[in-house]
């Protein structure tokens, strides 16, 4: 996520307010939605159905909190960290 990455590297200030700006009216997509059966194979099988479907409840979480501007920092990085812990 942009705007996550221009908080840990100090961005310039217009850097920081623009992917701030595109992550409030982007809604982050569904783990199926972005890597799309069109596109990809195989992308929910049997064996990662579960993380899956746990994946899609943290980005839900994520634009839940994008909605009502909640985009603290403090409070989307951890929830970036469970989708990457989950997918790795």
Same mark, same amino acid.
């Given at each position: ?34 890597? =799309?059966? #069109?596109?990809?194979?195989?992308? *929910? ?6 993380? $899956?479907? /746990? ?11 994008? =909605?009502? #501007?909640?985009?603290?920092?403090? *409070? ?6 469970? $989708?990457? /812990?989950?997918?790795?």
């Amino acid at each position: 996520m942009n705007y996550l990455e221009s908080i840990e590297e100090r961005a310039s200030s217009r850097v920081r307010y623009l992917a701030k700006r595109t992550f409030l009216h982007r809604e982050v997509p569904h783990y199926d939605v972005y890597f =799309s059966e #069109g596109k990809y194979l195989n992308v *929910v099988v049997l064996e990662n159905q579960v993380a $899956i479907e /746990q994946v899609n409840n943290i980005v839900d979480e994520i634009n839940s909190n994008r =909605s009502d #501007g909640n985009i603290d920092y403090d *409070v989307i990085y951890p929830l970036v960290n469970q $989708i990457i /812990q989950l997918i790795d």
